[in-house]
Nanobody, 115 residues
Framework: QAQLVESGGGLVQPGGSLRLSCVGT????????IDWYRQAPGKEREVVAW??????NYADSVKGRFTMSTDIAKNTVYLQMNNLNPEDTAVYYC??????????WGQGTQVIVSS
């Protein structure tokens, strides 16, 4: 059984928006913090949004455009992505983190920003 499942990716035009979802088990959300990563073609995986203590942090490249939120009742973490540009094209992953270590990855959801 997958611990984390992403959805919501797709093809969007530059300037458009998408909302990604990461659904997990109740036990995952009880124990782990959920972060968002992405991996563009030919590049290393990079963190996009992450929890540190009580704060949510964002990579400089997405700050002001992406927002991470949580619906605990639905065991779901969202990544709202606005004003998308072609550089945001990547496979997006959610990850369960504890004590700075990623224990679980989702399967990823593809985001393509193109006109």
């Amino acid at each position: 059984q997958a611990q984390l499942v992403e959805s919501g990716g797709g093809l969007v035009q530059p300037g458009g928006s998408l909302r990604l979802s990461c659904v997990g088990t109740r036990s995952i959300f009880r124990i782990y913090a959920i972060d968002w990563y992405r991996q563009a073609p030919g590049k290393e995986r990079e963190v996009v949004a992450w929890i540190s203590g009580s704060a949510t942090n964002y990579a400089d490249s997405v700050k002001g455009r992406f927002t991470m939120s949580t619906d605990i009742a639905k065991n779901t973490v969202y990544l709202q992505m606005n004003n998308l540009n072609p550089e945001d094209t990547a496979v997006y992953y959610c990850a369960a983190k504890q004590y700075g270590r990623i224990d679980y990855w989702g399967q990823g959801t593809q985001v393509i920003v193109s006109s």
